[in-house]
């Protein structure tokens, strides 16, 4: 299913490789967490399992293919058969849990009638049923995540890669969360899992890969998370309250402290437009571009002014971005235009 060989990644203005000389293969249906601390090459890997990134060396095989040989043009298929989880939910916060959603299926190309039985019944299965109307400002934080997860799941991928998709979230929620995962699993799909929360990797007891400064230091099949150099997070103390408990489908159950309330967020459509935040991660550092100049009385354009022109119409920049992301190339890459309404190629 997933196999490295001998894989090293170094990134431009680094001394020390991302990755060094790393080996292993996943099996079909596996559920694998990759732990360690920040740094050591977790999310490397998840990039370079996704073509987002080239190794340096090394060979690289996923769904039997070596993805050294896929051109950038078959990337967009090839991805179609992977699905990713973020640690900030990437929702797109103009549409509804059911728009989200069915986000991916329309970049696709999927038909209407399609999108309209598959939408409800992932919804049903990550305990959304009847929160399809439901815009994403109105939901929990542990909602939200559990939307971004039907909507990599929904093409229904044979590959499922999450990374610290419970990072956000309290013990509570975050349990809920690996019980939706886990029922993913058991359905035959292989997760990877980028962790830093030892108490559900200490539970589940899957394989357990653990990386060290680029190289895999352990490699166990039903382990826990074990004593890594990952730097301990720090959380609120907790409130002096009557431990809560969480558990997960394996059915043990773990005490945990309650976690400090974190102030309630404003909802999107109560922050003036003129302060509300950019949506996306490139609207947020993207700089606005200047107004152009008037146009002098003669009626003649400045020279610095150039008109803008676009070939074809596109989708939103927020949506252009998350198919990027999601690895569903728009606007003509994939062979179709896309337009402004539905996302999806131009029937």
């Given at each position: ?5 001998h ?17 292993f293969?996943?099996q ?8 360690g ?6 999310s ?14 090394g ?19 090839f991805r179609r ?20 959603v ?38 929990s ?5 559990r ?6 799941v ?10 610290e ?7 509570a ?7 939706v ?12 899992m ?14 357990v ?31 002096p ?20 309330r974190?102030?309630?967020a ?5 922050i ?12 947020a ?9 008037a ?43 896309y ?8 029937k």
């Amino acid at each position: 299913m997933i196999r490295f060989d001998h894989i090293s990644k170094q990134y431009r203005g680094t001394s020390r490789p991302a990755l060094g000389d790393v080996s292993f293969e996943a099996q079909r249906g596996e559920f694998v967490f990759l732990v360690g601390a920040s740094g050591s090459g977790k999310s490397s890997c998840l990039r370079l399992i996704l073509k987002e990134e080239r190794p340096s060396k090394g060979k690289i095989h996923v769904l039997g293919q070596d993805l050294g040989t896929i051109s950038s043009r078959k990337v967009p298929y090839f991805r179609r058969n992977i699905g990713v989880v973020f640690q900030d939910f990437r929702l797109l916060p103009n549409k509804t849990v059911h728009q989200n959603v069915a986000f991916t299926l329309q970049v696709i190309g999927k038909s209407r009638g399609y999108i309209q039985e598959a939408v409800p019944d992932v919804l049903k299965m990550v305990g959304l049923e009847g929160k399809a109307q439901r815009m994403p400002h109105e939901l929990s934080g542990g909602e939200q995540q559990r939307v971004a997860i039907a909507r990599a799941v929904v093409n229904k991928p044979q590959i499922l890669l999450a990374d610290e998709p419970t990072g956000n979230l309290d013990p509570a929620t975050s349990a809920g969360i690996m019980n939706v995962l886990e029922r993913i699993n058991a359905g035959g799909t292989t997760i990877i899992m980028a962790t830093h929360e030892a108490m559900f990797v200490d539970q589940m007891k899957k394989r357990v890969i653990e990386l060290s400064q680029g190289e895999i230091v352990r490699d166990e099949r039903h382990g826990g998370y074990g004593v890594t150099a990952a730097i301990p997070l720090v959380k609120p103390a907790p409130a002096p309250t009557e431990p809560a408990t969480v558990q997960l489908t394996t059915g043990v159950v773990v005490p945990v402290a309650a976690p400090a309330r974190q102030p309630a967020a404003t909802p999107a459509a109560e922050i003036p437009a003129a302060v509300r935040p950019a949506t996306t991660p490139a609207a947020a550092t993207a700089a606005p571009e200047p107004a152009p100049e008037a146009s002098p009385a003669d009626g003649k354009q400045p020279d610095n002014v150039r008109p803008i022109t676009r070939a074809n119409p596109v989708a939103h920049p927020a949506e252009m971005s998350l198919a990027e992301r999601l690895g569903l190339r728009a606007n003509g890459t994939d062979g179709g235009d896309y337009d402004d309404q539905n996302v999806g190629p131009v029937k």
